[in-house]
Every structure is written in C-alpha cells, then in structure tokens.
C-alpha cells in the first residue's frame, strides 16, 4: 500500500498570499494517478486536480498541481475568502486508492 | 447533470452489518467504477471498494473480510455492505463515482473521484 504523507499539516496564510501544499508518497505514484480535494465542514470533497495537474470541471485556474514520482504539490496562487478548508491528496495503483490525511489551510 | 442520492441505516448496534445504497441519476451508468469511501468523525478519508456495471468488484484489503459492494443495473444503484461492525467503523459513509475519463500516452484511465453523494453518518453503538 503506498502510504501519503502532507505537510504541513496545518497552513496559516491571508487572502491574496499563495499557498503550496506537500504531498509525499511512500514509493512511486503510478502513471502520476495523483488527485487533490477540497473538502469543508459538513460537505462532501470537491475534486480539484486529477492526473497530477488537470483542472476538474469549473476549478478556477488559481488552483495548480504539479510533481512526478513521490513528490507532488498543490500551489493556489492567489488565496481567496472561499479557500480556506482542508485538503487531501489521493493516488491511484494496483486497483486501489489512498488518501492522505490532510492539510488544514486556515486564516491568518 | 450526474448526481449520487444514498440512504441506509444511521445507528447500528456493534455486531450488526451496515448496509447502504446509493442511486445514479442523469448519467452513464455503464462507463464508469463507483466507490464507497468514508471518514470517521474529524479524520481523513478512506477508500473502502469498487464496482462496475458488470460486478467486477476491488476492495481495501484492511476492510475485505468484512465489504460485499453489489451493482444493480436496472436501478442504476449500487450499495455497500459491511458486517461486524464496530464502534471504529462509525464514519461519515460517501459513494462516490470514478472519473473524470481522460488518455495520456496513448491510454485511457480514471483515477480519482469527480461525483460525490451527499453522505450518510453511520453511528455504531451499543
């Protein structure tokens, strides 16, 4: 099982500062099956990013995921009110899927 | 507009099996994998199983001693059960489906989970 592991855990910045998030993975991802959620209290996950760095359907183009191998990142250029929530890697291999165990990204 | 309606008991006594279902309406129900995912009160998420239209299942191995997830088709449903429960399988339950579709390097996959349900609080508790 390849185990994700985010950092930090949580993330204190303003609106309109960029925040990166970490996600490492135990061995390497396969194919780069990398996705990042988005998830608020009492709301299911939101998909932000899948196969690395393609946007899900109607993620504004702030949101940017990159990395290869055992290294990704979720960079949000320019924070906005709306933003502020936790976030969750999740890779896909061998059939089947895990989850890190997030990153809360709260107002300064 | 795809959208995930599931239902199932909310308050089970340990021992018990957990058992729910959710439907697909307005989409493909053929083309995709459709999950069960959960998450224990203030935790993060894990991945429970799989099915296609077919019934060609995968599971978490931690949870496949204890998952059946069945498909049926002419509901567009499918539904997740989990026997022996414990206080530790309380959790927030999700089904989920696979997508978005997209081709790189001359293949086609899904690899993450683009359509939600609403969710369903399961408590277990004697």
């Known amino acids: 099982e390849i185990v994700l592991t985010q950092s930090p855990g949580t993330l204190s910045l303003s609106p309109g500062e960029r925040a990166t998030l970490s996600c490492r993975a135990s061995q390497s991802v396969s194919s780069s099956y990398l996705a990042w959620y988005q998830q608020k209290p009492g709301q299911a996950p939101r998909l932000l990013i899948y196969?690395?760095?393609s946007r899900a359907t109607g993620i504004p183009d702030r949101f940017s995921g990159s990395g290869s191998g055992t290294d990704f990142t979720l960079t949000i250029s320019r924070l906005e009110p709306e933003d502020f929530a936790v976030y969750y890697c999740q890779q896909y291999g061998s059939s089947q899927y895990t989850f890190g165990q997030g990153t809360k990204l709260e107002i300064k | 507009q795809v959208q995930l309606q599931q239902w199932g008991a909310g308050l089970l006594k340990p021992s018990e099996t957990l058992s729910l279902t959710c439907a697909v309406y307005g989409g493909s129900f053929s083309g995709y994998y459709w999950s069960w995912i959960r998450q224990p009160p203030g935790k993060g998420l894990e991945w429970i199983g799989e099915?296609?239209?077919?019934?060609?299942?995968n599971y978490n191995p931690s949870l496949k001693s204890r998952v059946t997830i069945s498909v049926d088709t002419s509901k567009n449903q499918f539904s997740l059960k989990l026997s022996s429960v414990t206080a530790a399988d309380t959790a927030v339950y999700y089904c989920?489906?696979?997508?978005?579709?997209?081709?790189?390097?001359?293949?086609?996959?899904?690899?993450?989970?683009?359509?939600w349900g609403q969710g369903t609080m399961v408590t277990v508790s004697s």
């Open positions: 196969g690395t760095s």
């Open positions: 989920a489906r696979e997508g978005p579709w997209y081709c790189s390097g001359g293949s086609c996959s899904t690899d993450a989970f683009d359509i």
């Open positions: 099915i296609n239209h077919s019934g060609s299942t």
